[in-house]
C-alpha cells in the first residue's frame, strides 16, 4: 500500500464530502428521523466506491467523448433536485406532519416510511445528482489519474474510507439531534434551509 497515494486520495475526498449538499442534507434527515439510514448509509457508501473507482480507474475521459449525453444527465439532475427542493419549502411551512411523536418511554419515534420509495429517492440523490460526478467522478477521478500507475489504487481506497467514514458519521450521528426535532419549528429551520440551497443549487449548475 502507497500511503502517501492513499492520503492524497483520503485528504481530497475529505475537501469534497464535507458539505451539505443535497445528498448529504438528504441523509441528515433521514439520519434524524432514524428512517432506513442502514439502506441509505449502504447505498451512498457503494455509488461513492463505483464512482470513485471508475473515475481513478480513467472512466472520466467519457464526458469528453458524450458531451450530450453528459448534459442530458445534468438537466434530468437538476430537475429533480428542484422538486425536491420545492417540496421542502412547502414542508417547512407546513411542517406538521414531520415532527418526531413521543412514545410510552418518552424516547422520539419516527413517522413510518416505506423502505422502496426511501431507496429510490437515495439512487436518485446519487445518480441524478450534478455534484456527485463533479466531486467523485471528475475531481477525484482526474486527481487519481494523476498519480503514477501503481499508487492509482491506494488513491482510490483512501477516497472510499473517507467516503464511508464519513456517511456512517453523518447517518448515525444525526440521530443525536433528534430531540430537538420534537417541535414543528426545528423542521422548519431544517426543511426552509435545505430547500433554499438546493434550489440555489440547482440554479447556479444550470447552464
Not at 420534537?182 to 440551497?197: E, F, N, P, Q, Y
Request: proline content about 3%; overall charge positive; glycine content about 10%.
Amino acid at each position: 500500500m502507497n500511503w502517501l497515494a492513499f492520503s492524497h486520495g483520503a485528504a481530497l475526498c475529505a475537501s469534497l464530502i464535507v458539505t451539505i449538499g443535497a445528498q448529504n442534507a438528504f441523509v441528515l434527515r433521514q439520519g434524524i428521523m432514524r428512517s432506513h439510514i442502514g439502506k441509505i448509509v449502504l447505498l451512498c457508501t457503494l455509488s461513492d466506491f463505483l464512482l470513485i473507482g471508475a473515475g481513478v480507474g480513467g472512466a472520466s475521459v467519457l464526458v469528453e467523448r458524450y458531451p450530450t449525453f453528459i448534459h442530458a444527465l445534468l438537466y434530468v439532475g437538476l430537475a429533480y433536485l428542484a422538486w425536491f427542493g420545492i417540496s421542502a419549502l412547502r414542508r417547512a411551512l407546513r411542517p406538521g406532519h414531520a415532527v418526531l411523536d413521543t412514545d410510552a418511554n418518552g424516547d422520539t419515534a419516527p413517522p413510518a416510511q416505506r423502505a422502496m420509495p426511501i431507496v429510490l429517492m437515495t439512487l436518485a440523490f446519487t445518480w441524478l445528482n450534478p455534484h456527485v460526478y463533479l466531486d467523485t467522478f471528475l475531481l477525484i477521478g482526474t486527481a487519481g489519474a494523476r498519480e503514477a500507475q501503481g499508487s492509482r489504487a491506494a488513491f482510490a481506497v483512501g477516497a472510499m474510507a473517507v467516503s464511508a467514514v464519513w456517511f456512517v458519521a453523518l447517518g448515525y450521528g444525526a440521530r443525536a439531534l433528534a430531540p430537538l426535532f420534537k417541535r414543528a419549528t426545528a423542521w422548519r429551520v431544517l426543511d426552509g434551509a435545505i430547500g433554499s440551497m438546493v434550489l440555489l443549487l440547482a440554479v447556479t449548475q444550470l447552464r
